[in-house]
Every structure is written in structure tokens, then in C-alpha cells.
């Protein structure tokens, strides 16, 4: 096209009125030289019978652009300035999404397949299982649909009636209930099976595992465009022994070629963390691949989740310490079923502590909620503890950055207040659904949240690039809106470098970013953190930035500080932002509130001797809550107690402090 139009400026005005006629005329009668427009056209046309991947082939990959320049090619830029080498962007996805594959989903009457996963986070109108359509209001950039290994397919398969099935006694088993139309039992068996496991009678043939694991990777690697949107392979481990929560996502780095060398691990394989991540090892070792564990809902854990001590009750020890942080640098923190960032119990002082809890016990309600559940529960405090862990072992386990995800179970990523799908098929849209019980016998829908979101921090949209910032925990949560957050820590930053325009360039040549460390303090020195926040752009202002400091003192105890670093509104410390939510629309107003914060903080109370964290959370002005806006919709009126304002949220991975 450059070439096209350097030629044309050089013609005269009659020259170019019979070149374009000429190329309009070429146009009707030949679709090689269609212009780029109606070429889009015809494509979108055509979309149905086109393969996806070559529909939004790319025409420059990730490998063709030139990041870094030799001195010499430096030289030679005459006009362009260079590519900065320490851009990153920032890449909106959800890491935890279930299909018509999950056994739990498949039950509440999903039938939504990775297909229509796919097609929905691209932006596409997908019908719901219950009938409406649905479409994201921005499309995601990219997806890890993530169903249960535990009896992963095998239920279409069941319901079509697999010739491969017919020899697994609890598959026929459950086929008849299904039949027969009683999916509370097989729901029943599921579940049961998730908390007495590792059981082989709910293992299913090895040769029937493999052939739906291909189609799972083979699928996720049709649907990942490098540059464009990635896809990836993952599943869940559903382990919950007792009913505590100990789910991880396993999300991997590799596509179909490599993948496809492994059998997704389940809890029926292994119910202890230790043996997923051994299993992970052998992995790794045997086909040169990559994969995280991600753990999620630790809210639900009844303490499981970072308990001081191993599953098996022994002493935690430095090699269990090095090996957790190796397989889990991030936790996704907040999602459908609840925030687990912390808990008023254990941040009495944080005013917005309580924030869309799931508290009164653990996942299975089969334990009620003690404080130690809320201690080792909650990502905060298990930061905290990893302080004191490292102090004694050498290695900090919970050195974890944060995300958010939906763990829909629809097939649908939504996790905006007004465009909520919910969880299973009893949570989407339909006037009863914040009455109705989870799988109905758990929580209520309205216990649920529009939430999460996993913002990333790479250099392109590719498998490799976002798996390494997830590595490099370089990664935040959001509970939904897409607040823009950069976070950088440095010893050198000077005032001005908050108003520079290329804010990331100086973070990274003078600073690290959100999930890096800062080592030895030069004297006499307070670390210096440069924030820059910005609302999402089709949505609510913001109320303030904060940062979260977490230390070990020299006693062994453990503590945390949230400072305001900064007020919309010219208000004073204490002072709330204004509530501008009108119940009747529903609607707020970004009459209160600021667009963006770009702040320079450095810690008043700072001891070069003692361990600490930093992270960073930007709360919104008070919006409707998913509720509020069903209450209009349906016409419903909802019981007094029911939230229906919220203030939704970013945080950010920690920056930490080692002397
Ligand atoms: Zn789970
Ligand atoms: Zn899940």
C-alpha cells in the first residue's frame, strides 16, 4: 500500500483520475484487487465455512518485529525514533473458564462447547444456554478454558453412547442416572469423588483420556492466533479433600505437538498438591514443555490452601517451599465465587476488607469458617506468612503474584456488572437466579460476583510472551473493569520521572516492575514505587490509589499498612468518595471521582532490615452491583440484605523487599 501511494502522489491529477477508474473498473471483474474493505466483507460473509485461525491469519508475526537494534541499525534510523525495547502492553484474558466438557457443568445444563468459548471472548454473539444472546462488550485478548480433568468429556461421550465407555462401571452408572434425568446423584457421585479422592473405580480408560486431551489441545492450538489472541492449553486438578478447596488451574506454554504428550493430571490421579506438581516435573523433564499451576477460591479452602504445614500435616521445609513457588507464581484471587485477597477478620483496619466474601465456610460447607481459615485462606495474609516461611526456610512458597478469573462454568467469560452470565446454568440470566442455590443444595446466586479479569503485562499476545509475564508474576487482578495499572519500584526515581510520557521506560531502566524484587537498600534510602492508574475507559472513575505494605519484624511477627497514596476529589484523608448510584436506573455518574492517578510514593516507615511487599489496589467509586441491575431487568424485588452497590477493584502483584 506505501509503495502504491508513493507512486501515486508522483502522478498528476489526470494520471491518478484514470488510475483510479482503471482500478475501480479491475475491481468488479477481478477479486485479487479488491481494496482491503471489501475484502474484510466478503470474509465476514463467508465466516461460517472458513476455519477460524485462517480467518484472522496474521499477515506480521511476533518474530518479524524488530525489538532490538545493533548500534549500526541505530545509526541508520533517520526519522522514526527506535522501537522502545522495554515496551510492554497490556492484555486483557480469563485463565479459568468451563465448558460442556465439565462434569459439574454439563449437569446444570451447559452445553456450550470450547467452540463457542472461543467465538465469544473474540466478541462474537454466542446464544446462551438458556436461550439468550450474549455478547462481550470488548472482546478478550486471551482465553484458557480450563475444564476438570476429573472425568474431563466424559459426559457427551456418555450421553452418545462411547463404545469406549462401556466397560467403566461408574460411567454406566452415571449414564443411567442421566437418563433417567437424575443428574443430583451423578452431581452427588462427582462431588463425592472430589473429596474421597485418589479413587481409581472414577478413572476412566487411559486410551479414552488420551483421545479427548488431543482434542482439547488440538482445538486450543486451532483457536490461538499468535499476535492476535492466544489460546491455551489448560485444565483443571479439582482436588478438595474434605471439601476444602485445593483447585489449581494447570495452564500450559505449549500447544498440541507437545501437550498432547501428557494425560491431564486429576484428583483422582493425586489429591495433594505435592503430586500434581511432581507430576508437572516429569512433564517438563520428559517432552521439554512448560506449565503453571495456578491455584484459585483459597476462600474456600478452610484453611487448606497456604497452611503453615504440608497436606500431610508435616513441617514445611525448603525444598517443599522452592518447589511450591517454582509450579504457582500467581494465584488467581478473585472470581464468581468470592474475593480472596483478605478478609476483615485478619485486615481489621482495611475499610474494604469485606469485599464480595464467601466466608461462612469452605467450599463444600462442610466446615464452618474459623479465623485460622481466614489466615491461611486469603492471599494477603499468606503473603505475609511467606515472609516468615522464607525467614526460617531460605525460600519464601507464597511469593505469588495475583490475577483474576471468571471460573464460569457456561462457556461464557463475563464478569461485568451489567453483562453477568453467573456460574452454572441456575445463574444466568432469569429473574429467580439470585435466589437460586449453587448445584441446588450451595450458596445462593447472589453470593456470586461479576468477577474476574487477568490483566497482563508482555510484549506481544502470544502463548510464550504472557506465560512468561505470568512467570514473572508481571500480572494483576482486576474484579471485572479494565483499570489500567503500572507499578514500579525503584531506589532512584526522581519527581519528574511521574510526568514523563514513556512512564514504563523509566520503570524498567530505573526500577523493577509489579513482581520483581528490590534487594539491599543503599544507605540511608526508602524505596520508591511510581504508580500510574488510569479507569477503565468505558467505565467508572476512581476513588483512590493505595499501597499495601506487608513486613516481618525482627520478633518474627508479621504486619500490614495500607497507605492512601491518592484521593479523587481534592478530599482529605477519611473522607469517602461521594455514592452517586441511582437504584431506580440502575446508573452512576463520572461526575465524582478521577480519571487517572500517576503518583510517586516512597515508604515513610521503611527498615532496611526487615523483609516486605508492596502491591498496589485501585478501588472505583461505588457502581450498581450485578444485583441492582437484575432487580430492573426482572422486574424482581430482591431481600433488603442483598448487596446491590459495589466497588469494584485492581490489584496488583507485589513488589517485595529483601535485605
Ligand atoms: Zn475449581
Ligand atoms: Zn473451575
Redesign the pocket.
Known amino acids: 500500500m506505501l509503495h502504491n501511494n508513493k507512486r501515486i502522489l508522483k502522478l498528476t491529477a489526470f494520471f491518478v483520475f484514470i488510475a483510479l477508474a482503471n482500478s475501480l473498473a479491475s475491481c468488479r471483474g477481478n477479486e485479487d484487487s479488491m481494496t482491503e474493505n471489501t475484502a474484510r466483507d466478503t470474509i465476514s460473509h463467508e465466516e461460517e465455512g472458513i476455519p477460524f485461525a485462517s480467518q484472522y491469519a496474521p499477515t506480521v508475526f511476533p518474530g518479524d518485529v524488530v525489538t532490538k537494534l545493533s548500534e549500526e541499525e541505530l545509526a541508520e534510523l533517520e526519522y522514526s525514533p527506535p522501537i522502545a525495547n522495554n515496551t510492554t502492553r497490556l492484555f486483557w484474558g480469563d485463565t479459568?473458564l468451563?465448558t460442556h466438557l465439565s462434569v459439574d457443568a454439563y449437569l446444570r445444563g451447559t452445553r456450550l462447547t470450547r467452540e463457542d468459548a472461543y467465538r465469544f471472548a473474540r466478541g462474537k454473539i454466542v446464544t446462551s444456554d438458556n436461550g439468550m444472546k450474549a455478547q462481550l462488550r470488548r472482546p478478550l485478548d486471551f482465553l484458557a478454558v480450563?475444564d476438570?480433568a476429573s472425568q474431563l468429556g466424559i459426559l457427551p461421550r456418555l450421553a452418545a453412547d462411547d463404545p469406549l465407555l462401556r466397560d467403566w462401571a461408574i460411567g454406566q452408572r452415571w449414564a443411567k442416572f442421566l437418563k433417567e434425568g437424575n443428574i443430583v446423584q451423578v452431581g452427588v457421585e462427582w462431588a463425592e469423588s472430589m473429596s474421597t479422592s485418589p479413587d481409581p473405580k472414577y478413572l476412566n480408560e487411559p486410551e479414552v483420556r488420551r483421545s479427548i486431551w488431543n482434542d482439547v489441545v488440538k482445538d486450543s492450538d486451532k483457536h490461538n492466533i499468535p499476535g492476535l489472541f492466544t489460546a491455551f492449553v489448560a485444565h483443571?486438578w479439582?482436588s478438595a479433600p474434605e471439601g476444602d478447596n485445593l483447585?489449581r488451574?494447570v495452564l500450559f506454554k505449549d500447544g498440541a505437538g507437545i501437550a498432547s504428550e501428557n494425560i491431564p493430571f486429576s484428583a483422582q490421579d493425586g489429591d495433594d498438591p505435592e503430586q500434581l506438581w511432581a507430576h508437572l516435573e516429569e512433564y517438563e523433564k520428559r517432552t521439554g514443555g512448560e506449565v503453571i499451576a495456578i491455584p484459585?477460591n483459597s476462600n474456600g479452602s478452610g484453611g487448606q490452601m497456604f497452611a503453615p504445614v504440608r497436606l500431610d500435616g508435616s513441617e514445611m521445609n525448603a525444598q517443599y517451599a522452592a518447589t511450591r513457588a517454582k509450579w504457582e507464581p500467581i494465584v488467581e484471587v478473585t472470581q464468581v465465587k468470592g474475593d480472596s485477597e483478605t478478609h476483615p477478620s485478619v485486615s481489621p483496619d482495611d475499610e474494604f476488607a469485606d469485599f464480595e466474601s464467601w466466608d461462612e465456610g469452605n467450599l463444600a460447607q462442610t466446615k464452618k469458617s474459623v479465623l485460622s481459615h481466614f489466615q491461611y485462606g486469603y492471599a494477603r495474609p499468606a503473603l505475609r506468612e511467606g515472609l516468615r516461611h522464607e525467614s526460617k526456610l531460605g525460600t519464601n512458597p507464597f511469593k505469588f503474584g495475583m490475577i483474576g478469573s471468571t471460573?464460569s462454568?457456561t462457556g461464557l467469560a463475563t464478569a461485568d456488572e451489567d453483562n453477568f452470565f453467573g456460574k452454572f446454568g441456575e445463574s444466568l440470566p432469569q429473574p429467580t437466579r439470585y435466589a437460586n442455590q449453587m448445584f441446588a443444595v450451595l450458596n445462593e446466586g447472589f453470593w456470586f460476583g461479576a468477577s474476574g479479569l487477568a490483566a497482563v503485562w508482555a510484549k506481544e499476545n502470544t502463548r510464550e510472551e504472557i506465560f512468561a509475564a505470568m512467570k514473572r508474576r508481571e500480572v494483576y487482578a482486576t474484579s471485572g473493569p479494565r483499570i489500567s495499572v503500572q507499578f514500579f519500584g525503584g531506589w532512584d526515581f526522581a519527581d519528574e520521572d511521574i510526568t514523563t510520557p514513556d512512564l514504563a521506560d523509566t520503570g524498567y531502566r530505573k526500577g523493577v516492575p509489579m513482581g520483581g524484587d528490590l534487594l539491599t537498600a543503599p544507605n540511608g534510602k526508602s524505596p520508591q514505587f511510581l504508580i500510574s492508574a488510569a479507569k477503565d475507559p468505558v467505565g467508572a472513575n476512581l476513588d483512590r490509589v493505595q499501597v499495601i505494605k506487608g513486613w516481618l519484624d525482627s520478633d518474627g511477627y508479621t504486619h500490614e499498612k495500607i497507605y492512601d497514596v491518592a484521593l479523587s476529589d481534592d478530599r482529605k484523608p477519611g473522607e469517602s468518595v461521594q455514592n452517586t448510584v441511582d437504584l431506580q436506573q440502575p446508573s452512576y455518574s463520572n461526575s465524582v471521582g478521577s480519571t487517572h492517578f500517576n503518583s510517586i510514593w516512597s515508604d515513610p516507615a521503611f527498615d532496611p532490615a526487615l523483609r516486605a511487599f508492596y502491591y498496589v489496589r485501585v478501588l472505583q467509586i461505588p457502581t450498581p452491583r450485578w444485583t441492582a441491575y437484575d432487580e430492573i431487568k426482572f422486574q424482581v424485588n430482591m431481600p433488603e440484605e442483598i448487596p446491590r452497590i459495589v466497588q469494584d477493584r485492581a490489584y496488583t502483584s507485589a513488589i517485595w523487599y529483601t535485605p
Open positions: 479459568h468451563h480450563a476438570h483443571e479439582t483447585h488451574v484459585h471460573d462454568h
